[in-house]
């Protein structure tokens, strides 16, 4: 099996990122107001939802005060923001996301299985609202974040819920034992993507893998479906594969 090294990001491709995300104070501001309706629509809804599982309630509003207190909308040129990506060899532009609410990931992850006796990982976990509604499902959930900062602003409050968050590379993750595993790589580069995806053929035969926006284009990749849900940012489309490798060939 062919290796994927990652190269490194040059200083230049990432302020070039940093200044697409430089808008004019109309458009900004357009952005910022649908940006709140959003927010009030799926932050209603998940609390809803929250109603069922009390015991959830707790990390959540955690989530909620990691976000208010340093939107996950901006990233900075920090040290440890430049350290993280040159480590990876990801560019800046792969690290401004948005979030998936509550709703949207139970919507997708009962079409894909999700349940009690399901392991849940989520790969480039933000700060693990994705993770909350695997526990709302009754599964073991864990996700993989590359900024520290997310993790550790989140990771105990997690822990209380039975979830585990840790800092490190998506593309280096344990999948063995995964029956699903989540990634929103809407705004990945392709390197970033075969790299992602030559870690999911350490999947088990059978694992659900669940992908925003852009199907996986490999072989032993089966599409099953695919669903449009709203996020954070809008409505984009969700597809369910199975993980099913080619049988290996008798001598």
Not at 36 to 56: A, C, F, M, Q
Not at 223 to 245: C, D, K
Request: aromatic share 8%.
């Amino acid at each position: 099996m062919d290796v994927v090294t990652p190269s490194r990001p040059s200083q230049k491709e990432d302020e070039e990122d940093l200044a697409a995300f430089e808008l004019p104070f109309l458009q900004r501001l357009v952005v910022q107001l649908w940006a709140l309706v959003l927010g009030l629509v799926t932050r209603l809804t998940d609390g809803v939802l929250l109603l069922w599982r009390p015991g959830l309630v707790r990390p959540y509003l955690g989530i909620w005060l990691a976000e208010r207190l340093r939107s996950p909308y901006r990233a900075r040129r920090s040290f440890e923001v430049v350290r993280a990506l040159r480590a990876t060899g990801q560019r800046m532009r792969e690290l401004i996301y948005g979030e998936t609410p509550l709703l949207s990931a139970l919507w997708v992850f009962r079409r894909a299985g999700v349940g009690p006796g399901s392991r849940v990982v989520d790969l480039g976990a933000g700060r693990g609202r994705v993770l909350l509604a695997a526990r709302w499902l009754g599964a073991e959930a864990r996700g993989v974040e590359l900024l520290a900062e997310h993790v550790k602003s989140v990771a105990h409050g997690l822990a209380s819920a039975g979830i585990t968050l840790v800092e490190g590379d998506a593309a280096q993750a344990d999948l063995t034992d995964a029956t699903h595993v989540f990634t929103n790589w809407l705004a990945l580069t392709p390197e970033t993507k075969a790299r992602l995806v030559a870690r999911f053929r350490t999947c088990a035969p059978g694992t659900r893998l669940l992908t925003v926006m852009h199907p996986i284009e490999a072989d032993g990749f089966v599409r099953l479906s695919g669903h449009r849900v709203l996020f954070t940012w809008g409505v984009e489309r969700v597809w369910i594969h199975e993980y099913r490798p080619a049988s290996p060939t008798a001598d």
